[in-house]
């Protein structure tokens, strides 16, 4: 058995958006996927949308995952959506706290995601494998590293299955906040999340905002190639490669690409590292 592979999708806003991401998918299911996740606007924005694009994916006989957010929701409206999501057979859940939408006081029922994993685990018992996220590099809103360790601890500790990182470069950032977790107890895998790297200042724009570190060398780089996107291309591809390799190399449970609704570049990724 190779090593395991997801793959994630946002959802679409258009009906050529969607066609255009049924190509897409059916690329990239040719590296049979254990499974693929659809992101959630924030408060739950695209619901609608992330339901109806896991569904298609369900359709087409692969395994899904919704992601599900619990901010400013009541337990009555998570209750209804989860059942809703088990009618749909989804058995996979991306549990986060997400992002409020802007003007919007804390209302809700849930605080953190580790609210949310434990209400999903009480209700539905193992109806689902919840996934976490992590943070190698810390949550752009965590008070300290440690505070936010101990969230991902209390977090899995709560009943999550398994994590998937937000996307990284560095990889000892990622070997470091493993080990640390492994420290607090934390046993469940913790799959790194893989950004190919397409477009520099989408890119940097992207990282600034989530709180994920381009190194300066990677930064420095693609901002000397301007405008030249075969040069940004492939320089992302041997980065990203190299970087897939160490991860490979140490043992990862698996790898979870950001595809950006693109099926190229992860493709190339895959075929480099010969997966």
Not at 171 to 193: C, E, N, Q, T
Request: charged residues 20%; proline residues 5%; negative net charge.
């Amino acid at each position: 058995m190779g090593l395991p592979l997801s793959f994630e999708f946002f959802p679409p806003k258009t009906a050529e958006g969607a066609q255009k991401l049924r190509h897409v998918r059916q690329q990239l299911y040719a590296k049979r996927p254990q499974f693929c996740s659809v992101t959630y606007g924030a408060g739950g924005s695209t619901q609608e949308g992330t339901f109806a694009t896991v569904a298609d994916i369900l359709a087409e006989g692969v395994a899904a995952a919704s992601h599900f957010s619990c901010i400013g929701a009541t337990r009555d409206r998570v209750r209804e959506q989860l059942q809703q999501l088990q009618a749909m057979g989804v058995r996979r859940l991306v549990a986060l706290r997400g992002d409020l939408p802007s003007g919007y006081g804390l209302g809700g029922e849930f605080q953190y995601a580790s609210d949310l994993v434990a209400f999903i685990r009480a209700e539905m018992g193992d109806a689902f494998h919840i996934e976490v996220a992590a943070y190698p590099e810390v949550h752009p809103q965590a008070r300290s590293p440690q505070a936010d360790l101990q969230a991902f601890a209390t977090k899995v500790k709560a009943g999550a299955d398994s994590a998937i990182t937000q996307y990284f470069f560095n990889s000892d950032a990622y070997f470091r906040f493993v080990d640390d977790a492994h420290k607090l107890g934390v046993d469940v895998p913790i799959v790194p999340g893989i950004m190919p790297i397409t477009n520099a200042s989408q890119l940097l724009r992207f990282s600034d905002a989530c709180g994920a570190e381009v190194p300066r060398w990677i930064r420095l780089r693609l901002q000397s190639f301007g405008d030249d996107t075969a040069s940004i291309q492939a320089f992302g591809l041997d980065v990203v490669t190299d970087l897939c390799d160490q991860l490979r190399c140490a043992g990862v449970p698996g790898l979870h690409f950001y595809t950006m609704n693109q099926s190229g570049p992860t493709l190339a990724l895959c075929e480099r590292l010969g997966l």
